[in-house]
């Protein structure tokens, strides 16, 4: 049973780029975050999907936006990049069926701005 | 809002007992879990525990939780080498949907 795989795992791009990272959620599962990681900080919420819509988001600006496909894979797009968009990005996977609402990580995409 | 704290850093003999904490301020915290994270890899769900029990025990790891004082610990049996790593703390709060609100992280150094 593969777990949740991020592609690609590590990408450099240029500030005012475009960036798009892509996750497969564990076999199963319906739902899938998507947190930044900063540098020797704890993973901070982006957004969720589920059912092929954006269910929640957390403090990020709409140059972070998101898709989910009837498969249930995701894919994170960041407009214009910054400096500061530099960092770890964790995918989550999780399903609606368990109350615990478990959610199983990625190896994550690191992203470098320069 | 959500708000989630850990001390920074703890050293430990190999062989003898971890104990990593977590204070979090949401009241309406219902799932509390622990994650492990090794250098340069994605984070590992460890353990949880559901807000209306006091302790669970899974194997060498024993999760503590005070909801009065909203205090969360885990506790790491014969640690090990292995066991280094940076260790997480999330909440689930029912107010704030299913979003996951981390701590900083506690970096857990295993001496020999």
């Known amino acids: 049973d593969a777990g949740v795989t991020q592609s690609p795992t590590h990408l450099i791009k240029t500030r005012g780029q475009q960036v798009t990272l892509r996750c497969s959620p564990k076999?199963?599962?319906?739902?899938v975050s998507w947190y930044q990681q900063a540098l020797g900080q704890g993973p901070q919420f982006i957004f969720q999907?589920?059912?092929?819509?954006?269910?929640q988001r957390g403090n990020f600006p709409d140059r972070f936006s998101g898709h989910q496909f009837p498969n249930y894979s995701s894919e994170l797009n960041v407009n214009a990049l910054l400096l500061g968009d530099s960092a770890l990005y964790l995918c989550?996977?999780?399903?609606?069926?368990?109350?615990?609402?478990?959610?199983?990580f990625g190896p994550g995409t690191r992203l470098t701005v320069t | 809002g959500e708000d989630v704290e850990q001390s920074l850093f703890l050293s430990v003999r190999e062989g003898d007992s971890s104990v990593i904490n977590c204070t979090y301020t949401?009241?309406?915290?219902?799932?509390l879990y622990w994650y492990k994270q090794e250098p340069g890899a994605g984070l590992q769900l460890l353990t949880y525990?559901?807000?209306?029990?006091d302790m669970k025990q899974d194997q060498r790891l024993t999760v503590l939780l005070n909801k009065k004082d909203k205090h969360l610990s885990l506790r790491i049996a014969d640690t090990q080498t292995g066991d280094s790593a940076i260790y997480f703390c999330?909440?689930?709060?029912?107010?704030?949907?299913?979003?996951?609100?981390f701590g900083g992280g506690t970096r857990v150094l295993v001496k020999p």
């Open positions: 525990i559901f807000s209306n029990m």
């Open positions: 076999s199963g599962h319906d739902t």
């Open positions: 989550a996977s999780s399903t609606t069926r368990q109350a615990s609402y478990e959610q199983y």
């Open positions: 999330a909440e689930k709060g029912q107010a704030a949907g299913n979003k996951l609100t």
């Open positions: 999907y589920y059912e092929e819509e954006e269910r």
């Open positions: 949401d009241s309406s915290s219902t799932y």
